[in-house]
T-cell receptor
Framework: DAGVIQSPRHEVTEMGQEVTLRCKPI?????LFWYRQTMMRGLELLIYFNNNVPIDDSGMPEDRFSAKMPNASFSTLKIQPSEPRDSAVYFC???????????????FGQGTRLTVV | RKEVEQDPGPFNVPEGATVAFNCTYSNSASQSFFWYRQDCRKEPKLLMSVYSSGNEDGRFTAQLNRASQYISLLIRDSKLSDSATYLCVVNGNTNAGKSTFGDGTTLTVKP
């Protein structure tokens, strides 16, 4: 397996523009996570899905952020409109639920480095 | 209080030193625990899982103390290549599947 695949790797956009980040989880994994990492705030969980259903979106900073998972092999994180404070590295990760509800470790994609100017 | 708290660091140690990191978690019902390593400008990667009985992988030893709700990572005979940020990770209970990451502790091993 190629691991978790994210695109694009880098994105530079102007304030006010829409940004869409993409993620392909590891085949067979039933959990998908979106994280944001900055120097100031560390690694923050934005939202996660189980079997394509959003379970917890309490980490989504505001209504400008939305995430979808239309099928088991694809998810998007959209920011509309983008602002300079959204500049960060956005990671997608996936994991597998084991017996008893315990998950395997999360496998991360290489991240999307977003810069909003 | 954060759900997962780590030593703030940074830790600067000479090659060959032994260094220990601690991590505390607030949810007593947490089920699984991990240490991840993150190199500069890279994604976090699993270093090792942490079991109740403690586990060792070469120079690395992880311990879990459920009563006190803390996790530790010990690195012996540290190498230059151990320089990275180490993240403590706690997974939720039931079927939540939610991983909560600590802020990480940065280790720099110097010649």
């Amino acid at each position: 397996d190629a691991g978790v695949i994210q695109s694009p790797r880098h994105e530079v956009t102007e304030m006010g523009q829409e940004v869409t980040l993409r993620c392909k989880p590891i085949s067979g994994h039933d959990y998908l996570f979106w994280y944001r990492q900055t120097m100031m705030r560390g690694l923050e969980l934005l939202i996660y899905f189980n079997n394509n259903v959003p379970i917890d979106d309490s980490g989504m900073p505001e209504d400008r952020f939305s995430a979808k998972m239309p099928n088991a092999s694809f998810s998007t994180l959209k920011i509309q409109p983008s602002e300079p404070r959204d500049s960060a590295v956005y990671f997608c990760a996936s994991s597998l639920a084991l017996y008893g509800g315990i998950n395997t470790e999360a496998f991360f994609g290489q991240g999307t480095r977003l810069t909003v100017v | 209080r954060k759900e997962v708290e780590q030593d703030p660091g940074p830790f600067n140690v000479p090659e060959g030193a032994t260094v220990a990191f601690n991590c505390t978690y607030s949810n007593s019902a947490s089920q699984s625990f991990f240490w991840y390593r993150q190199d500069c400008r890279k994604e976090p990667k699993l270093l090792m899982s942490v079991y109740s009985s403690g586990n060792e992988d070469g120079r690395f030893t992880a311990q879990l103390n459920r009563a006190s709700q803390y996790i530790s990572l010990l690195i012996r005979d540290s190498k230059l290549s151990d320089s990275a940020t180490y993240l403590c990770v706690v997974n939720g209970n039931t079927n939540a599947g939610k991983s909560t990451f600590g802020d990480g502790t940065t280790l720099t091993v110097k010649p």
